[in-house]
């Protein structure tokens, strides 16, 4: 099973990590640990190269993040407020994180979208704020792409790393990729399920 997934993402090659790690930044469920560690995967048997595969996903990351950017600066909290209210079980949020996740931004600055990166579940929401706080356009780019950069760093090289680690043991691997993928699914969709509004809580 794990050897399919190795090979979809080696298929995909470096259109499909972009596609999916811009994905993953709009769409809760598809976790970049996945996608990034299994490139670094790709990258030790010899079948990707890190560099393109560092520049595809730090550029799909940023993309995603700068579709929920575009939508604060463009959209404003008028238009926004009342789409979140009715996808928020989906998107596993509502209004009034957005608004917590706003004030921190404004108390701390712009280096919140580069720290929060490093965040599960807040690396995609802070980039809403810091576009309803309209904060310039390069600059938001710049701290995404690097803060993003070091993330999918980390995720390569631990990809890579684990690879190696376990060349004799590749059963123990494919395990391992199973449960990051189950464990991000299971997350996802018990956040779903219970998932309240403030009011109702």
Excluded: C
């Excluded at 990258?43 to 700068?66: A, Q």
């Excluded at 579709?67 to 926004?80: E, P, S």
């Excluded at 390069?138 to 631990?158: D, K, M, P, Q, S």
């Amino acid at each position: 099973m794990h050897e399919l997934i190795i090979r979809a993402i080696e298929q995909g090659g470096l259109v499909g990590i972009f596609l999916l790690m811009a994905l993953e930044n709009i769409f809760p469920p598809i976790p970049s640990e996945v996608i990034m560690g299994l490139g670094g995967v790709a990258v030790s048997r010899g079948t990707m190269d890190f560099w393109p595969l560092m520049i595809s996903g730090t550029v799909g990351s940023t993309l995603g993040n700068y579709a929920w950017y575009w939508l604060g600066d463009h959209w404003g909290k008028t238009r926004l407020e009342p789409f979140v209210e009715r996808w928020g079980r989906w998107l596993t949020m509502e209004w009034e994180d957005v608004e917590k996740a706003r004030g921190f931004f404004r108390r701390h600055g712009p280096w919140v979208v580069f720290v929060f990166r490093f965040t599960p579940i807040f690396r995609t929401m802070i980039s809403l704020p810091a576009g309803l706080a309209h904060m310039g356009v390069w600059r938001f780019l710049a701290f995404t792409f690097a803060g993003a950069f070091i993330w999918n760093l980390l995720l390569v090289e631990g990809g890579r790393r684990l690879a190696d680690w376990l060349e004799e043991s590749q059963h123990i691997l494919g395990w391992i990729i199973l449960g990051f993928i189950g464990l991000a699914l299971v997350g996802y969709l018990w956040r779903v399920v219970t998932w309240k509004p403030r009011d109702k809580r």
